[in-house]
């Protein structure tokens, strides 16, 4: 599957951001100078299935695009599930 480069005002982010986990992941990225990972959106609303801590991290840092990889989330391959408790 390969990602697109959309505009980051049509996403609509669904998940809790957790600020510390958003503070690891930005020094990731400064550190790294890329994502490892694009976003996973809902190709029909843009709804952000997973990615919300990278959508955030793009928005602070001014993008107004994001690699993003769009789904039909009413595809029954598509399963989405709730993260690990790690203790948040």
């Known amino acids: 599957m390969k990602?697109?480069?959309?505009?980051?005002?049509?996403?609509?982010?669904?998940e809790k951001v957790f600020p510390t986990h958003l503070k690891n992941l930005e020094d990731m990225i400064d550190s790294d100078g890329f994502m490892l990972k694009a976003i996973i959106a809902d190709k029909k609303?843009?709804?952000v299935l997973d990615g919300s801590h990278r959508y955030v991290y793009l928005l602070k840092k001014g993008f107004k695009t994001a690699p993003v990889y769009l789904v039909d989330y009413d595809n029954e391959d598509i399963r989405v599930a709730p993260a690990l408790d790690i203790g948040f």
């Open 3 to 14: 990602y697109k480069i959309v505009p980051i005002d049509g996403l609509i982010p669904l």
């Open 45 to 47: 609303d843009g709804i």
